[in-house]
């Protein structure tokens, strides 16, 4: 990772359409901003903006809810970590409690799913509001940013110098998760944190945000920051992909402040299927390594005041694989 003083952009239309040589190009131009920056802005994705407003409208119908309509679908009551996050949920590496609140949907699997059955804590069904045309429009986007988000990890496969396909076969049923945050209106601000500092767990995240607030730490210690563009997603690297790459990739600690006005933000956390080994690709086939389902649920599992809770009470136990949430990026000094 370089003293970036700013995110570089790279027009992934070629991945969409371009020749193969173009393509090619583009791939080694993310691979580039993963290895430099761990941050980089997607442009020519494709995606229509209509799927975006119909997301932001539902979202801004769900948050304004009275607060015990949203607690009734409480992200604890969920067998399998969906719902509503209210303020001060998360706590982070940092020991900041988030002043934001969220709600979380993934791949809407019914209960009878074999993995499902077998125990996966990350898979199962939605929790859904009874709001008219929400999980419409959030599983519209879902689909669609997961659509792009399986093009870019050819891509980075490619940047790796591996097949396009050598990471196609992890991704037939991921934990990938998206989260509807909203930031309410504080005019006092300024030198609040929305988001604590942290890396993201899975392989990368795509972003779509209204406002600015996003800050990532470059390796000279100095926050740059991350304002959202109409026409791009914000693409950033996991603890994940850090690994698969042996390091090349960097999976950069980011945070949100100084959130003056009302900011809706959505991630959508690119994951792999729970049982992928994850480690350097060549180590991969000696089977070293963590799997990705511990790794996300330990990590979730240290974040979450309802899960931290459940491991202190012994009902839960953590991986003994896991790390500490400060084990990847930069944290601040």
Not at 148 to 161: I, P, S
Not at 217 to 234: F, H
Request: glycine letters at 8%; a negative charge.
């Amino acid at each position: 990772m370089t003293a970036f003083e700013s995110v570089p952009v790279v027009d992934v239309s070629a991945l969409l359409s371009g020749t193969p040589e173009q393509a090619e190009q583009t791939a080694r131009a993310l691979g580039r901003a993963a290895s430099e920056v761990g941050f980089l802005y997607v442009t020519g994705h494709g995606l229509d903006p209509r799927l975006f407003e119909d997301l932001l409208a539902a979202a801004q119908d769900f948050f304004a809810l009275p607060l015990p309509d949203k607690q009734r679908l409480h992200i604890g009551r969920s067998r399998c970590h969906r719902g509503y996050v209210p303020v001060g949920e998360e706590v982070f590496g940092s020991g900041t409690r988030d002043l934001k609140e969220a709600f979380d949907l993934g791949l809407d699997l019914p209960e009878d799913d074999p993995d499902v059955l077998a125990g996966d804590p990350l898979l199962g069904p939605n929790t859904w509001p009874e709001l008219p045309g929400f999980a419409e429009a959030t599983t519209a986007w879902y689909d669609a940013v997961l659509a792009l988000g399986h093009v870019l990890l050819r891509a980075f496969a490619v940047a790796l110098d591996q097949p396009a396909d050598a990471l196609d076969r992890h991704v037939s049923k991921p934990p990938s998760q998206l989260r509807l945050v909203h930031y309410p209106h504080d005019p006092s601000a300024r030198d609040v944190v929305g988001i604590g500092a942290h890396t993201d767990y899975e392989c990368f995240t795509l972003l779509r945000s209204t406002s600015p607030g996003l800050e990532v730490l470059n390796s000279a210690g100095t926050w740059v920051d991350v304002p959202p563009r109409d026409d791009a997603l914000v693409v950033n690297v996991g603890d994940m992909l850090e690994l698969w790459s042996g390091g090349r990739f960097v999976a950069t600690t980011h945070r949100v402040r100084k959130v003056t006005e009302e900011r809706w933000s959505f991630p959508l956390f690119f994951s792999v299927d729970s049982p992928t080994v994850i480690g350097p690709f060549s180590a991969e086939r000696g089977e070293v390594g963590m799997t990705a389902g511990e790794h996300l649920f330990a990590q979730t599992a240290q974040t979450f005041t309802y899960l931290r809770e459940r491991v202190a009470r012994g009902e839960l136990v953590l991986p003994e694989s896991a790390r500490p949430l400060d084990s990847f990026g930069r944290m601040p000094s």
